[in-house]
């Protein structure tokens, strides 16, 4: 009993007085997060509370630390838009579940770190573009459809609904200036639903866009054909949601360690988001990660155990099965509020700050992926381009540093002292470096200051070596790191290099004085 406690971090040191009241303020504040992202995506209300339970449940139990906070976050679920009204809700079922495979295998694999490559200009322009994305969505809410056909709102029901939008707004904002013990956006969120009610105020709601009713989440296996032609259409949404999702978790992870001074398992976050989206998949969830704003929340109410996050889950789950009719009676307008703000929140302003002090190219790619974002609704698009242009851009500049200097010693041998790794986009300058015809007999080649990185490095200097033979002359190898000889070496198979070893020194102690 007591190493089942221990793997789920319980402990007596537990205050269960602020676990409990963390747990349900968090649930409080990811209800309308949850609703309000499904319905941003297009996706029936309920699977967002789904997402919320089954996320939020299955990584408070297995997640990577005590503290962390998951569910239907639109970090993830705004990666979905796109396939949602090309395929269908079937298709992203199926991704979210792909997602979740893709997910365990990287935790399996203790590949967590390589999450953190994406780089922070891509992080930049996919948060912005996300959040221009949830802001223009939401005026998706003040369209109505007449005659089958859909029109702006006007007249009373217009400024009915800019009206409430704009308490909410100001509620969200002024209310932690009185006190912070209770969430401004749940707040807001009853106080617009206090007023509709006690007005008698004729807006949308909830319960107009789709039923929040249901039961226990139901198994499913999502309907799909299981051919190759739709695993590619899944498969790079499934990508992008899994590396999204685990960014989001690892910097939440690193965001709680501070706080809290302890460490998390990155590996084992990965693990438990994966096994979170693959149920998730299978029982009618739009999937999910850690989200930073409730997990800030649950800890500044004082937890810092798992069981808060269990109380949260289970909370909801109680909401589906018994609350609906409170739900379903929310006006959209509220939670328009909310997301405005949300939206607000979302951007990095300090993007503008640091603009002027960012080099050329990360401003450029920046943008590029904000824009992609906001004209394609893409996002799995829009960080694969960014990373990509990042990616080129840093081997082009990585490229322009390969250096060689050279002096020709008392003996006649000519030195090459080569600066600056040596890959597939240094070699065309590395190779320019040399002028084999008028080299002496006798050539040395120092790596001293370099490092030997791929196949087309290891090319490279077969063909100087085959340059220098065929002019009749030698070519010696120094300063070759190991990693760059095990290189060298597996290539024998395939071409022919000259190594010069170096000799191996050994450290000389106060019991062995060297003679």
């Not at 789904?50 to 990577?64: K, M, R």
């Not at 390589?114 to 809410?141: C, D, H, K, T, W």
């Not at 109380?311 to 997301?339: D, E, H």
Request: net charge neutral.
């Amino acid at each position: 009993m007591k190493q089942i406690l221990n793997l789920f971090d319980f402990s007596q040191k537990i205050n269960y007085k602020n676990e409990v009241l963390a747990g349900l303020t968090v649930a409080m504040t990811m209800i309308p997060e949850s609703l309000s992202f499904a319905i941003l995506a297009g996706l029936p209300p309920l699977t967002g509370l789904y997402a919320a339970f089954i996320a939020g449940f299955i990584t408070a139990i297995f997640g990577g630390r005590p503290g962390m906070i998951s569910g239907g976050a639109g970090a993830t679920v705004v990666v979905l838009i796109a396939l949602m009204r090309s395929n269908g809700i079937e298709y992203v079922f199926a991704a979210v579940a792909l997602a979740g495979i893709i997910q365990v295998l990287i935790g399996l694999f203790k590949f967590g770190k390589f999450i953190r490559l994406v780089p922070q200009p891509v992080m930049y322009g996919f948060v912005n573009g996300l959040a221009i994305i949830i802001f223009m969505s939401q005026l998706e809410q003040f369209k109505t459809i007449v005659h089958g056909s859909t029109e702006w709102l006007s007249g009373n029901a217009l400024w009915t609904m800019l009206g409430l939008v704009a308490l909410t707004i100001a509620v969200v904002l002024v209310f932690p200036k009185i006190t912070k013990a209770i969430p401004a956006s749940l707040v807001a969120i009853i106080a617009v639903f206090a007023v509709v009610v006690f007005f008698n105020i004729d807006t949308r709601t909830v319960a107009d866009i789709a039923s929040v009713e249901g039961g226990f989440p139901p198994f499913h296996i999502p309907q799909i054909p299981f051919t190759l032609e739709a695993l590619q259409v899944i498969a790079p949404y499934s990508l992008i949601v899994a590396a999204v999702g685990l960014t989001e978790g690892l910097l939440t992870l690193n965001l709680v360690d501070e706080i809290t001074g302890t460490r998390g398992n990155s590996d084992r976050e990965c693990l438990a988001q994966g096994g979170s989206n693959i149920a998730n998949g299978f029982f009618y969830g739009m999937g999910g990660c850690p989200m930073i704003a409730q997990t800030l929340v649950n800890l500044s109410a004082g937890s810092r155990a798992r069981l808060s996050g269990i109380i949260a889950a289970m909370t909801i789950l109680i909401i589906i099965l018994f609350g609906s009719p409170v739900i379903g009676k929310l006006p959209m307008a509220a939670l328009v509020g909310v997301m405005i703000m949300v939206a607000i929140g979302t951007f990095e302003w300090a993007s503008f700050r640091i603009i002027n002090k960012m080099p050329r190219h990360d401003i450029f790619v920046g943008i590029l992926v904000a824009v992609v974002t906001i004209l394609l609704h893409n996002l799995a698009l829009a960080v694969l381009i960014g990373v990509i242009i990042s990616a080129l851009v840093f081997a082009w500049e990585s490229a322009r540093r390969i250096r060689a200097r050279t002096y020709i010693d008392l003996n006649g041998i000519k030195h090459y002292e080569i600066y600056g790794p040596l890959f597939f986009g240094s070699t065309l300058n590395f190779i320019e470096k040399f002028d084999v015809a008028n080299d002496p007999q006798n050539v040395v080649i120092d790596f001293k200051e370099s490092r030997i990185t791929d196949m087309s490095a290891i090319e490279a200097l077969n063909n100087i070596t085959k340059k220098y033979a065929t002019a009749g002359k030698t070519v010696e190898l120094r300063h070759l790191s190991q990693d760059c000889r095990v290189l060298l070496r597996n290539a024998e198979a395939v071409i022919s290099v000259n190594i010069q070893e170096d000799p191996h020194y050994i450290v000389a102690t106060e019991d062995e004085v060297p003679i």
